[in-house]
């Protein structure tokens, strides 16, 4: 098995620190990076992707919360649009259905 070269090491370092906003990692692997060749165009462009990465779970949740909070697309449960009324009276079966209803 061929081990990973100083290089493709610094560079999983980089995105592993990026994506766990690991302040002190960054500080320490950048110089790292540069000491074991990478430019720093190099360094930037792993950071660059590293943060798109890291962006796709945080516009996931994003999106999930502007959608939760449109009133008139419910949560998804398939139960939206019920009158107060109907919940107050519903029985534990009828709550299965969904939390909207």
């Known amino acids: 098995m061929k081990k990973l070269s100083p290089r493709e090491l610094e560079l999983v370092s980089l ?3 990026l994506g766990s906003n690991c302040v002190p990692c960054i500080e320490y692997h950048v110089p790292a990076a540069r ?5 720093d165009e190099e360094i930037a462009e792993a950071i660059r992707q590293a943060d798109k990465v890291r962006q796709v ?3 996931k949740v994003l999106a999930t919360a502007e959608a939760l909070l449109r009133p008139s697309e419910g949560c998804g449960c ?3 649009g019920a ?3 109907s919940r107050a009276s519903s029985t534990s079966t009828d ?3 969904g939390c909207c209803g």
Do not use: K
Request: aromatic share 0%; no cysteine; hydrophobic share 40%.
């Open 15 to 17: 995105g592993a620190a």
């Open 35 to 39: 000491r074991a060749g990478l430019t």
């Open 57 to 59: 779970p945080a516009n």
């Open 78 to 80: 398939g139960s939206a």
């Open 83 to 85: 009158s107060s009324d």
């Open 95 to 97: 709550n299965a259905a």
